[in-house]
């Protein structure tokens, strides 16, 4: 197959977390607009999604420096979350209208999956806004082959870029799409593009991330596939949450993939994240890949140091840190995920919406201790 083709099928590795998801968050809060800002004079941001996961941190961090927020969705997802914002209520796929007559400094759109949804966006908004915002993804990239991945790798592209379904396997193309369409009706000096990994912490309705720590936390033998020692990277939702205001306060224009450092956190890393902040009495049990693979386990945040997806676990991201991302300690994003997991009904609790059940890895180590 060449090289192209395999570009356009390929899955990408974090899907989208709405497929993922597709449920409401779980707490309700009250919010307020305060005075002036540390920045200066308070922005007025619009925010294109700012009720699911990633956005509520957005709208947080916005308002805790003084910024004006408003909000543009559907009123679909966690709709309680913030009565005192005002919602401009509507639909990507052609609902904009609301927005006329609107005026913002600056716009965030944290809700665009979709070429034609961001370019109608793009184009309204551009001549309305100083600066806009566009969250994409790591998944864009198209070429695991040519060493390591940065901003300027490859992205994946998609056959017929009139596809308007996001599946595993067009998420990343069409968002790789979405980022064109706002470069081009906004331009590159009024344009920041950010590409998050996996986005960890409070209020993560995929699980992936919370996964570990929310396991560790029932205690007993556990699996953990590879070694210690396998490359992973996330990005902790504050963290990010910081940078996107960051991004718009200071107008910093360009791509940034948004990652902790590439090669600095490991599976073990996580482990002992996980352990020291739950005390859990855990006896983990390293599994390697190979078996992994024979019993076609997949199981989150982590992939085969040696499977296709790999590069996407070393990502460069020394340009955000140099624009000023920063990266809190990983312990903190374990603490403050269980923290909130502890918050949560045990209903939602009880199993995790990624990994694997306690059943399934109770057998496989059973199969594997046969073995070894
Ligand atoms: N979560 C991750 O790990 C991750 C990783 C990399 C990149 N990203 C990117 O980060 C962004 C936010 O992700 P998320 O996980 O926070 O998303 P999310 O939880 O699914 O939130 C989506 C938000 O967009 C609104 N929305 C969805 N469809 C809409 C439509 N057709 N018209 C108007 N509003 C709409 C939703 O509100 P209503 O339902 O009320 O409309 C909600 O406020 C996405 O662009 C995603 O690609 C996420």
Redesign the pocket.
């Known amino acids: 197959m060449d090289k192209t083709r395999r570009r356009i099928l390929k899955t990408s590795l974090?899907g989208?977390?709405?497929i993922a998801?597709g449920c409401s968050m779980e707490t309700t809060e009250q919010t307020g607009v305060s005075g002036t800002t540390a920045f200066g004079t308070p922005l007025k941001i619009l925010i294109?999604?700012?009720?699911?996961?990633?956005?509520p941190h957005m709208v947080r961090e916005g308002l805790r420096r003084g910024h004006v927020i408003e909000l543009?969705?559907?009123?679909?997802?966690n709709?309680e979350l913030f009565p005192d914002l005002k919602l401009y209520k509507?639909?990507?796929?052609g609902?904009l209208s609301v927005l006329e007559g609107g005026e913002w400094d600056v716009v965030i759109d944290?809700?665009?999956?979709v070429p034609r949804?961001v370019e109608d966006s793009a184009r309204m908004l551009a001549p309305i806004v100083s600066h806009y915002c566009y969250?994409?993804?790591?998944?864009v990239y198209g070429d695991m082959t040519s060493g390591p991945i940065d901003e300027d790798s490859a992205v994946g592209m998609i056959e017929d870029e009139t596809v308007e379904e996001v599946t595993g396997e067009t998420y990343g193309p069409l968002?790789a799409l979405c980022e064109n369409r706002v470069l081009s009706e906004v331009g590159a000096n009024r344009t920041t593009v950010l590409r998050?990994?996996?986005?960890c912490g409070p209020g993560?309705?995929?699980d992936?991330y919370t996964y570990w720590p929310a396991r560790i936390l029932k205690g007993g033998d556990m699996l953990w596939p590879g070694t210690p020692d396998d490359d992973i990277q996330i990005i902790d939702v504050r963290d990010l949450a910081n940078f996107t205001i960051d991004s718009v306060e200071k107008r910093i224009s360009g791509v940034y993939n948004t990652v902790t450092p590439a090669g600095e956190f490991k599976m073990g890393d996580m482990l002992e994240d996980c352990l020291a902040v739950t005390g859990a009495d855990v006896t983990p049990h390293w599994v390697s890949t190979d078996f992994l693979n024979e019993q076609e386990v997949r199981l989150p945040i982590w992939e085969d140091p040696n499977g296709e997806f790999a590069p996407l676990l070393k990502v460069n991201g020394s340009r955000a840190v140099a624009a000023g991302l920063k990266n809190r300690p990983t312990r903190e994003t374990a603490r403050d995920t269980v923290d909130w997991w502890k918050t949560l009904p045990a209903d939602r609790t009880e199993i995790a919406r990624a990994g694997i059940t306690l059943e399934r890895e109770a057998e496989l180590l059973e199969i594997w201790s046969e073995r070894s």
């Open positions: 974090l989208t977390a709405a998801s294109l999604g700012g009720t699911g996961f990633i956005g543009f969705n559907r009123g679909r997802t709709s509507g639909d990507r796929d609902g944290n809700s665009g999956y949804h969250i994409s993804t790591i998944s968002k998050p990994t996996y986005v993560d309705r995929t992936r």
